[in-house]
């Protein structure tokens, strides 16, 4: 990509890229296309902030903690407010909820009710934020299941299957928006020159050959046994359930969850967050279902490999609150299916 030029005559923008996509629903309204454009919007903003780092006075931390008892970043509040008030106006959407607020955002009475329901991670990975590491956001669509008024919790707490739409965007070496509306998976890289988001990655799909595979293994001692021999049989070390070892893959984790992902999205690999000890915070894991692994699952999914808490796919797990974590394995369906069955064999005493 780099010795790449552009050819002019193949630029495609996001909006034209959204518009085509809209062609190919005759129902469609257009409103999701604008909530989608919406959200690069929020992205070109975040982007302008996080590339001027300590130049702008926002790093470091705000002094507050979030609802996750987390130290929250300059950078994490501005994201949150940015995407909040870029959207509770536009009528397009019922309810929001964001990583960094403890309940459900209404939209206001005084703004139109719109059928979306929008869930976002403003910015995920903000602890690297200070060191330079590419972070992210993460957005989830839904339609509302409530009838009318302002949007509810169950609107909400929807299994990742109803998911409509889910984007992320990985603010690194260049800024990527990345997201599914159920047509695959298409990649869109940000020319900072002329503020638009141009079609570098389209029809995205996870390759076959896996070549990472990113976890803090310096958890080891807290997994269980049939996550640690999945990750000997990542190694190299340690055979599956039918006596076959695979070649060993490379060990990839910067713990910022989107770029980690993006890495496997793109190289082929599992990412995953396994329930751990360490912290009695985290025996369910430490990442986020509604607002973290179900859209990163639908996109996996749209883009040919799958997710799962350990025994259940992450679409079909039905949230009970809107921070509750799960466990996470991500990416390669080969491998996502190996963890599983390590994890049968192993941890279920099957
Ligand atoms: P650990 C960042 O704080 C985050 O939420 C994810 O982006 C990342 O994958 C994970 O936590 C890193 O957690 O325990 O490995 O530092």
Redesign the pocket.
Request: aromatic share 20%.
């Given at each position: 990509m780099l010795n790449q030029t552009i050819d002019h005559d193949k630029i495609n923008t996001i909006e034209r890229h959204f518009l085509d996509e809209q062609q190919s629903h005759p129902e469609a309204t257009g409103i999701l296309t604008s909530l989608l454009y919406d959200i690069a919007l929020a992205g070109k903003v975040i982007a302008s902030q996080t590339s001027r780092g300590g130049l702008a006075e926002i790093l470091g931390k705000t002094g507050t903690t979030n609802i996750q008892g987390?130290e929250v970043m300059k950078l994490d509040e501005l994201a949150d407010r940015m995407i909040y008030r870029l959207n509770d106006h536009t009528g397009r959407l019922a309810v929001m909820a964001s990583e960094e607020q403890e309940d459900i955002l209404p939209i206001s009475t005084r703004y139109p009710i719109g059928k979306y329901v929008l869930l976002y991670?403003p910015l995920?990975?903000?602890?690297?934020i200070n060191y330079n590491v590419s972070?992210?956001t993460i957005f989830a669509i839904y339609n509302r299941i409530s009838e009318n008024g302002p949007g509810t919790l169950e609107d909400c707490l929807q299994k990742g299957r109803n998911l409509v739409a889910a984007s992320y965007l990985v603010y690194g070496a260049s800024t990527m928006l990345v997201y599914t509306a159920g047509m695959g998976v298409h990649g869109f890289t940000l020319d900072p020159i002329v503020g638009e988001f141009l079609l570098t990655h389209p029809n995205i799909r996870v390759p076959e050959k896996p070549k990472y595979y990113?976890?803090?293994q310096?958890?080891e001692k807290y997994w269980s046994e049939g996550i640690r021999r999945f990750t000997k049989y990542l190694q190299g070390d340690e055979p599956d359930a039918y006596g076959n070892y695979r070649k060993g893959i490379s060990l990839r984790?910067?713990?910022?969850?989107?770029?980690?992902?993006h890495r496997n999205l793109l190289g082929g690999g599992v990412?995953y967050?396994p329930a751990d000890t360490k912290d009695p915070r985290?025996t369910s894991g430490?990442?986020?279902l509604c607002y973290?692994g179900a859209p990163l699952a639908f996109i996996t999914e749209q883009a040919g490999g799958t997710s799962s808490n350990g025994s259940q796919n992450l679409l079909d797990l039905q949230p009970d609150s809107l921070h509750q974590r799960t466990p996470m394995f991500i990416g390669n369906r080969d491998l996502v299916e190996t963890a599983e069955e390590f994890i049968r064999i192993y941890d279920n005493q099957e």
């Open positions: 987390e991670d995920d990975g903000s602890s690297n972070i992210g990113s976890v803090n310096g958890y984790y910067i713990g910022s969850m989107v770029a980690d992902f990412f967050y985290y430490k990442l986020r973290e």
